[in-house]
């Protein structure tokens, strides 16, 4: 699959609503809906917090625009707590992530996005989790501070191939969500994100309009893989990977 893209008249053309438009709205849709999310977190519960994550992603969906197309919906079961597994394309996947899973999630997310304006103390406010990725000791600690956060139905957002891809190629998985997902007794819920890469590449605003897909595969019941992390983690790759034939965006 190619990296690259030609920049037709058309990407011109959108490069004079993505500055003097795109750009100052995204900035007004991220401090208000961040904003309420972080309130209603401390006021009422996180959970209502996430209530104004999901508005956030689905107005920068709408702006961008994408269309997304959603397979297998109906696997996702409302109240029920996952350990949800996904490919890492761009960073445009939280989005359509946040957009359409329709359920109550805790991201786990790298520490520097906490430095984020807005975001990053909504993001804390929300309950997210943030992983110093350099320390080992401090990733155990991520997924304990996760184990404490998975009640009342809530789920637990981790991308395995522990950075995005450059190319929309799958890298390989690392084990911490399925230990999790084993000593926890919990589903997993792979997801498949197709297409992403083509609409956020790496860069600040290198981002363009398109069409994505999400496929949510039926839960993996851990009861099948006492003992056997290693497995869980490669049938469920197997399972994301096969989503990319399915997931079709047209």
Known sequence: MSNKKPFTFWLWAYQ??????????????????????ALFSIVV?????????????????????????VHGRSNVVPNQSYVIVANHQTGFDIFLLYAHLGIDFKWMMKKELRRIPFIGYASEKVGHIFIDRSSPRAAILSLEEAKRKLTGGSSVLIFPEGTRSKSGQMRSFKRGAFKLA????LPVLPVTIVNSWQIKRRGFLNIVPGRA????????????????????????????????????TR
């Open 45 to 69: 519960s996180p959970r209502a917090g996430s209530f104004w994550g999901m508005m956030w992603a689905k107005i920068t969906c709408w702006l961008t625009p994408v269309i997304t197309k």
């Open 16 to 37: 004079l609503y993505k500055w003097p438009v795109y750009l100052p709205l995204m900035i007004v849709n991220s401090v208000i809906n961040a904003t309420f999310a």
């Open 213 to 248: 897909a999400l496929v949510f595969h039926p839960p993996v019941k851990t009861c099948d893989y006492v003992g056997r992390p290693l497995d869980l983690m490669n049938i469920t790759r197997d399972i994301i990977e096969s989503g990319n034939k399915v997931g079709y």
């Open 182 to 185: 084993l000593e926890l007794e």
